[in-house]
């Protein structure tokens, strides 16, 4: 089973970026996807997630109203839409898959059994 995540690159500030996460060796069509994100020296954080129909979604308060998680089942893949970036979304971004169907939108990094590599996003201020 493998995650892998693109998109990342650098963006000047108030920029915009769309990350996708291409899921393949099964199936996350009945699972809960989500993001996170670690910039240097910090820790893994919470950035997004959304349920197995997309008809619930978390976001971190950080990025509620500029990002954006959907997913296309019929392509086992997740994106982030995240506009109006700030210097301080600069990090490693992570897809995640919840091993369990049906699933919440955990925000718990714990909670999820499958990650991608990352992708970098830098926004210069």
């Known amino acids: 089973v493998q995650l892998q995540a693109s998109g990342g690159g650098l963006v000047q500030a108030g920029g915009s970026l769309r990350l996708s996460c291409a899921a393949s060796g099964r199936t996350f069509s009945r699972n809960v996807m989500g993001w996170f994100r670690q910039a240097p020296g910090k820790d893994r954080e919470f950035v997004a997630a959304?349920?197995?129909?997309?008809?619930?979604?978390k976001y971190a308060d950080s990025v509620k109203g500029r990002f954006t998680i959907s997913r296309d089942n019929a392509k086992n893949a997740v994106y982030l839409q995240m506009n109006s970036l700030k210097a301080e979304d600069t990090a490693v971004y992570y897809c995640?898959?919840?091993?369990?169907?049906?699933?919440?939108?955990?925000?718990?990094?714990?909670?999820?059994?499958?990650w991608g590599q990352g992708t970098l996003v830098t926004v210069s201020s």
């Open positions: 959304l349920s197995w129909n997309g008809g619930s979604t």
């Open positions: 995640a898959a919840d091993g369990s169907q049906y699933g919440f939108t955990w925000s718990d990094p714990g909670k999820y059994d499958y």
